[in-house]
């Protein structure tokens, strides 16, 4: 099993910027990939972001493709989303995940084995 963590939510006025935090805990060797997801209030879950587990290959959704950047350090553990130029369509619930076995699809929730409880972003216009 894998544990998810996030941190780093919050209010910010649009145009500011957010760092997002996954921390991972448990079989952590077993995940093949991360990736962040977010749901707004009546939405579906959405994909933003997932990154491979080298760090070496990062997909974006269009959306914030140029605004958000995801970044890995398996050293440290954690995981990043560094979201800037935010806008108020950006405010969700943003959440960390993880799975276990390759897949070449990263924008899908259901190839995610692991989930984390969910971080909340606000941003005022």
């Known amino acids: 099993q894998v544990q998810l963590v996030e941190s780093g939510g919050g209010l910010v006025q649009a145009g500011g910027s957010l760092r997002l935090s996954c921390a991972a805990s448990?079989?952590?060797?077993?995940?093949?990939?991360m990736g962040w997801f977010r749901q707004a209030p009546g939405k579906e879950r959405e994909f933003v972001a997932a990154i491979s587990w080298s760090g070496g290959s990062a997909y974006y959704a269009d959306s914030v493709k140029g605004r958000f950047t995801i970044s890995r350090d398996n050293a440290k553990n954690p995981m990043y989303l560094q979201m800037n130029s935010l806008k108020p369509e950006d405010t969700a619930v943003y959440y960390c995940?993880?799975?276990?076995?390759?897949?070449?699809?990263?924008?899908?929730?259901?190839?995610?084995?692991?989930w984390g409880q969910g971080t909340q972003v606000t941003v005022s216009s």
């Open positions: 995940a993880a799975r276990a076995f390759y897949s070449g699809v990263y924008d899908q929730s259901t190839t995610y084995d692991f």
């Open positions: 448990g079989r952590t060797f077993s995940t093949a990939a």
